[in-house]
């Protein structure tokens, strides 16, 4: 079957249909042999993009840097200050702009409804690098790096997601996990658990693809017979940074350590989006350790450093998985 998404824009998993985001993996793995082997796969000379970041980002903006330069596009950074979006300019104005002079315009920053205005008036693909309520191109790369590991597919496997459940890769996640018929788990204090409605729609589409979607804050229950064990930052970009004191009072139980992996199926394995706190060589990281006394935060250094952390491959995977959403939305 063909698979056509030529003009769409990528926004949040829930606009793909589970058929349409295997078909971006199995690009993904595509572009992954091809640059592995030095194949040159200049598909998209002549094409231009921008990306349009107002939060920080490495893997983002260096994934959409990379697929767009191998796939032979000229790419525009324009850096938190370097734009006059939302100051000075309307978001439907700067859409309308952008879409003259590009092919296609990635988006990371605030709202998810910035996004989708974006999108609304572009009349080219905008990608979603990120939003307070979603991240989906991580979702590929991540979903990329369990099939590398399982090579049986990632349906019916159980990733268990363990911190802040609000945020956006854990919402994305959630989402996919129910796309793909995975067994999908939310360990968190009640406070932090997802959304109701997110779970209630996620829950529906489960109840279709065969996934399951639950809710606890027990950290043996949830991990049990995990075959992946995921976390974030317990604080966010764009959040205050006087959260941290009550996330960290709140979450320390659920921090990724030897004993929650100890849970897992024996092959399970660990993953994060990055960037992790698991020690103190941040600034960040260094100025909680002094102020609360704790060296590692949603994971230890211990699981990161172990062999079974993907989190670089996982990485590396999310500029094979960008570069295949670029291809489909533009070739
Ligand atoms: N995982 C991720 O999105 O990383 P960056 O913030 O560095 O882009
Ligand atoms: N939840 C994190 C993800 C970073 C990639 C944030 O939004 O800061």
């Known amino acids: 079957m063909a698979f056509n998404l030529r003009g769409r824009h990528f926004l949040k998993l829930l606009d793909f249909s589970a058929d349409e985001i295997r078909y971006l993996l199995q690009l993904s793995r595509r572009f992954k042999e091809l640059k592995m082997t030095g194949v040159p796969h200049r598909y ?3 094409k231009n993009i921008v990306l349009l970041f107002e939060k920080a980002s490495t893997r983002t903006r260096c994934a959409f840097e990379v697929a767009g330069m191998d796939l032979g596009m000229g790419v525009t950074y324009l850096d938190p200050a370097g734009s006059q979006m939302g100051a000075k300019e309307s978001i439907e104005d700067t859409a309308r702009v952008l879409g003259r002079m590009y092919d296609g315009i990635e988006y990371r920053g605030f709202a998810q409804d910035i996004v989708e205005t974006l999108a609304a008036n572009a009349g080219v693909p ?5 939003t307070n309520e979603f991240h989906p191109t991580q979702m590929l790369a991540d979903i990329l790096t369990v099939e590398e590991n399982f090579p049986d597919g990632a349906r019916g496997k159980k990733l268990v997601y363990m911190g802040d459940a609000r945020n956006n890769v854990a919402n994305s996640l959630m989402v996919i996990c129910a796309k793909l018929g995975m067994r999908f788990a939310a360990c968190a204090p009640a406070d932090l658990l997802p959304e109701p409605a997110l779970v209630e729609t996620c829950k529906k589409i489960a109840g279709e693809t065969g996934g399951e979607i639950t809710l606890s804050s027990d950290v043996r229950e949830a991990c049990s017979g995990a075959h992946v064990i995921y976390t974030d930052v317990w604080v966010s970009m764009g959040e205050p940074a006087e959260l941290w004191e009550k996330r960290i009072k709140l979450l320390q139980p659920y921090r990724v350590d030897k004993k929650a992996m100890g849970f897992a ?5 660990f993953l994060h989006c990055l960037p992790a706190f698991h020690d103190t060589k941040t600034k960040i990281g260094a100025e909680i350790a002094q102020k609360f006394g704790i060296t590692e935060m949603e994971v230890s250094n211990e699981v990161f450093e172990s062999a079974r952390s993907k989190v670089f ?5 999310r500029m094979h998985t960008i570069k295949a959403v670029i291809y489909a939305t533009l070739c």
């Open 44 to 46: 998209l000379e002549g």
């Open 126 to 130: 905008v990608w979603n690098g990120l």
């Open 265 to 269: 199926a024996p092959d399970a394995i």
């Open 313 to 317: 491959d996982q990485a590396e995977n």
